[in-house]
């Protein structure tokens, strides 16, 4: 099973819509992370939280918002989705252990969002 | 805005030759890592460098780091047609918080 959970993997939806993506983890990893890549744009930083109580805004976060509901899980929701947040989106989480550190990070296997 | 610039944008090269890509940044960085990302898929690290690094292996992979150029270089040797992706770097500036900030990525085609 994969540590880094994300659904759904695709969804197409209409403007103004509001739209939730989900990560889970079985990581056990206190940090995660979402992400959104653009074709040629790499990826940039929308929301992070090193912690259930700890919520921080990321380089692109206006028209977003993170619900951090448990250690394990990490949503991203677009209030009200315009076309120009179509893009893949990529949740990742990262923790300090025996063999990883907080500088290694685990991505999900992302969700293709189109907004028309 | 992007800390690192991958160069080139994108490499074609024949199975069983060497890859190499560079990335340069432009802050102080407190480490530099690599990752690779299958078409359309999640990001898998590599490979990270410390900044008081200036060479690592691991495997088939070779990462170089000049703190004073602010550049990075990765080669792939004996590539194959399964490196084919496309290759971020990363950098962290260190502090309490260790944000990454992704370049733009190169991607590699291995023609077999």
């Known amino acids: 099973d994969a540590d880094v959970t994300q659904t759904p993997r695709n969804r197409i939806t209409k403007t103004g819509k509001r739209i939730m993506l989900e990560c889970s983890q079985t990581?056990?990893?206190?940090?995660m992370y979402w992400y959104r890549q653009d074709p040629g744009l790499g990826l940039r930083l929308i929301y992070y939280s090193f912690d259930v109580k700890d919520i921080n805004k990321g380089e692109i976060s206006d028209g977003y918002s993170v619900s951090r509901q448990a250690q394990a899980k990490f949503s991203l929701s677009l209030e009200s989705a315009i076309p120009n947040q179509t893009a893949l989106y990529f949740c990742?989480?990262?923790?300090?252990?025996?063999?990883?550190?907080?500088?290694?990070?685990?991505f999900g296997p992302g969700t293709r969002l189109t907004v028309l | 805005s992007q800390q690192g610039e991958e160069d080139p944008q994108a490499l074609s090269i024949q199975e069983g030759e060497n890859a190499t890509m560079n990335c340069s940044y432009k802050t102080s960085i407190n480490n530099l890592q690599w990752y690779r990302q299958n078409s359309g898929r999640g990001l898998v690290h590599l490979i990270l460098i410390r900044s008081n690094e200036r060479e690592k292996h691991s495997g088939r992979l070779r990462v170089t780091l000049d703190t004073s150029k602010k550049s990075s270089s990765l080669l792939i040797t004996a590539s194959r047609a399964a490196d084919t992706a496309s290759y971020f770097c990363a950098t962290d500036s260190g502090g309490s918080n260790y944000k990454l900030t992704f370049g733009k990525g190169t991607l590699l085609t291995v023609n077999p």
């Open positions: 990742a989480t990262s923790g300090s252990g025996r063999h990883t550190s907080y500088n290694e990070q685990f």
């Open positions: 990581k056990g990893h206190d940090r």
